[in-house]
């Protein structure tokens, strides 16, 4: 399953305007940095799996969590051993290992970047990449040429791991075995792959270029979009609602 | 009406002329098949026809090319294609956008039609091309031959005259190719869009174009009705090209004065004769 890929629904989430799911996933974020607590951190991770489920996508926000835990793992360790205030909490021959502070700021720093990082990651699933493109394009007036950077970045993930796997398989065809458990030895038979794979990209991106410049690429304006992305009512309740999170974070979480 | 001059392209560090000494008129309604084998500038000649060749690709440029008298290689190719649509070899890589909808859109939108025109010219060709119930549809995951027929409507949408394929039914199965070019002989017939189409499959060909055009080494080495191919199924053996057994069944009977009719193109064609010898 791709974690990134869209899961159509009906839900008040999934109604809402592309910029304001956009909006709505920084303000969460933003809540989640500028919390302090550890508990309050947790609460924020849980609210949003809680939230995904409303727009029944709870699977895909526990299974993000979970690899989002991997990073977070990554940023502990790196916290753990660098902060050195609070008493000492690990000695080792005289040797200061880590401290309380160390731990209580890795503890706090890897759950933040989960909590800010998984409603970004969600947005994805209830928005089509067009709409909020399109979406930004008109309300915000954002160049097309950059939306459209990211839509077709987007939708060439599959295309190009399609073309990888027939550049594998052609490889297999003459015997080359990539099912090795040796990691450097995986690498070794992987990279050179990569060529194949960048000429046909590159070639792909080409015919697409020249698809979409036929097609008027270039007399695009921020007007020319056919679907509106009005505000509504469900828009400004869910900032209102986003705002009063961030002021409840500052005031009890930090 | 499309005339082509003396069309000549050689590629930017390319040793030999992809296209040399094109001349060829093709009327407005007509459905031309094109065939050759691969390096034969088949492609080429498509890109040509739009003005992606010499607007979009770089090379040397040779004679002329003029759609109802408009030179493709002056008029800006990007507001060509209301004229002259190119559907692209590469199904996936030509789509812009990840929605059936938003694909057929894209165009509509950037050449500004009008709001009301819009809705109305999406559920036409949707409709047109039997693919209304795709509407909503991620384009990932549809099949080839249902990409193709979105593919062909965007570029429909913008109501253009002329209409290039290049091998529209390379990735297809027999079934959808044939569903294809039946799309395209109405569209040709109740429309009067003129179809110009690269193909390998000659049976197709055969079946449903006015004319066909055989183009090797970047020359015409054949130019005619299908009807036509009989007297140069040599020609089509030197050059590699299979004629249809039909075809080259019927044409043989013919010279050996067993059967006195026409060439049969199509199975049902040969059957018919068939019976008649048998009488």
Redesign the interface.
């Known amino acids: 399953m791709n974690l990134l890929n869209?899961v159509p629904g009906d839900s008040f989430l999934h109604k809402l305007n592309p910029v304001t799911k956009l909006l709505a996933a920084f303000l969460y974020g933003i809540a989640a940095i500028i919390c302090g607590n550890v508990f309050a951190e947790v609460g924020l991770i849980i609210l949003m799996i809680l939230i995904s489920a409303t727009c029944g996508i709870a699977k895909r926000a526990i299974l993000l969590t979970r690899n989002l835990f991997f990073l977070g793992l990554i940023m502990f360790v790196i916290q753990l051993f660098f902060v050195r205030d609070g008493e000492p909490l690990a000695v080792i021959g005289g040797f200061v290992l880590f401290t309380t502070g160390g731990l209580k700021s890795a503890l706090l720093l890897s759950l933040r970047v989960i909590a800010a990082m998984l409603p970004l990651m969600l947005l994805f699933a209830i928005t089509?990449?067009?709409d909020l493109c399109n979406a930004l394009v008109k309300r915000l007036h954002l160049p097309y040429r950059y939306a459209?950077i990211v839509?077709?970045a987007?939708?060439f993930v599959?295309?190009f791991a399609t073309e990888f796997h027939d550049i594998q398989d052609a490889q297999k065809a003459r015997g080359v075995d990539f099912d090795t458990k040796n990691i450097f030895r995986k690498i070794g038979l992987v990279a050179p792959l990569c060529v194949p794979l960048l000429v046909s990209s590159l070639?792909?991106?080409d015919?697409?270029a020249?698809?979409?410049?036929?097609?008027?690429?270039?007399?695009?304006g921020y007007k020319?979009?056919?679907?509106e992305y009005p505000f509504g009512v469900r828009d400004l309740v869910t900032v209102a609602v986003l705002v009063a999170l961030i002021a409840i974070t500052a005031l009890w979480g930090a | 009406m499309i005339s082509v001059k003396n069309l000549g392209f050689v590629y930017q560090g390319g040793k030999s002329a992809a296209l040399d000494g094109i001349n060829i008129e093709i009327a407005d309604g007509d459905f031309v098949g094109i065939t050759g084998t691969s390096g034969a500038g088949k492609t080429t000649f498509t890109f040509a026809l739009?003005g992606?060749i010499p607007q979009?690709i770089k090379g040397d440029f040779y004679g002329a090319v003029t759609v109802d008298g408009v030179d493709t290689a002056v008029h800006p190719?990007?507001?060509f294609?209301r004229k002259v649509g190119?559907v692209?070899?590469?199904i996936?890589?030509?789509?812009?956008?990840?929605?059936v909808e938003?694909e057929i859109?894209?165009?509509?939108?950037?050449?500004?039609v009008p709001?009301e025109e819009?809705a109305k010219r999406v559920d036409r060709v949707l409709k047109d091309l039997g693919i209304e119930d795709l509407r909503d549809r991620?384009i990932?995951g549809l099949s080839g031959g249902q990409k193709q027929k979105v593919a062909i409507a965007?570029?429909l949408a913008?109501e253009p005259e002329v209409i290039v394929l290049d091998e529209p039914t390379g990735e297809l199965d027999p079934e959808s190719s044939r569903e294809i070019f039946k799309i395209l002989t109405d569209l040709n017939r109740e429309k009067g869009i003129t179809v110009i189409i690269v193909e390998q499959k000659i049976m197709l060909l055969c079946e449903y174009v006015k004319h066909m055009m055989v183009l090797d080494k970047g020359k015409i080495a054949f130019y005619g009705t299908p009807g036509d191919m009989a007297s140069s199924i040599d020609t089509f053996k030197d050059l590699g090209i299979n004629v249809p057994r039909v075809t080259e069944l019927s044409a043989s009977l013919i010279s050996e004065k067993i059967y006195d009719g026409e060439v049969t193109l199509t199975v049902d064609e040969a059957e018919k004769m068939v019976r008649r010898i048998l009488k």
């Open positions: 869209y089509q990449m067009n459209f839509t077709t987007f939708r599959p295309i070639k792909k991106v015919v697409s020249m698809s979409a410049e036929m097609r008027g690429f270039e007399l695009r020319s979009g056919y679907k | 739009s992606i979009k190719a990007e507001e294609a190119q692209f070899q590469d996936d890589s030509q789509m812009v956008a990840s929605v938003d859109l894209f165009g509509l939108e950037n050449f500004g709001y819009i991620e990932e965007s570029i913008l």
